[in-house]
Nanobody, 125 residues
């Protein structure tokens, strides 16, 4: 059973940074697209970044472009989301998900097959 574990969430002031990690438990991620999604209270879950691990192709929506960066480590067992210039609107539970390699450019939740349990990011002064 493929398992994903997120870490790195927490409380940060506006303008600050956080780095989230997503680790595949017992497998490598190189056969997948890995996505980061977030869900704020009362809102739908949205994709904030996706990466095709095999070649590093990545996608960002306009809401985070230039502030968030998704990377993978050389061993391809972890994917990271560096979040800079955080805003209160970035407050949400952030989830890591894995799907077929072809879906990196659309980054939609319905294309994802496996999900982590999420990590809470709170941006507040």
């Amino acid at each position: 059973q493929l398992q994903l574990v997120e870490s790195g969430g927490g409380l940060v002031q506006p303008g600050g940074s956080l780095r989230l990690s997503c680790i595949g438990s017992g497998f490598t991620l190189d056969k997948y697209t890995i996505g980061w999604f977030r869900q704020a209270p009362g809102k739908e879950r949205e994709g904030v970044s996706c990466i095709r691990v095999s070649d590093g192709n990545s996608y960002y929506p306009d809401s985070v472009k230039g502030r968030f960066t998704i990377t993978r480590d050389n061993s391809k067992i972890a994917v990271f989301l560096q979040m800079n210039s955080l805003k209160p609107d970035d407050t949400a539970v952030y989830y890591c998900a894995a799907g077929q390699p072809s879906i990196w450019s659309t980054c939609r939740e319905y294309g994802m097959d496996y999900w982590g349990k999420g990590t809470l990011v709170t941006v507040s002064s």
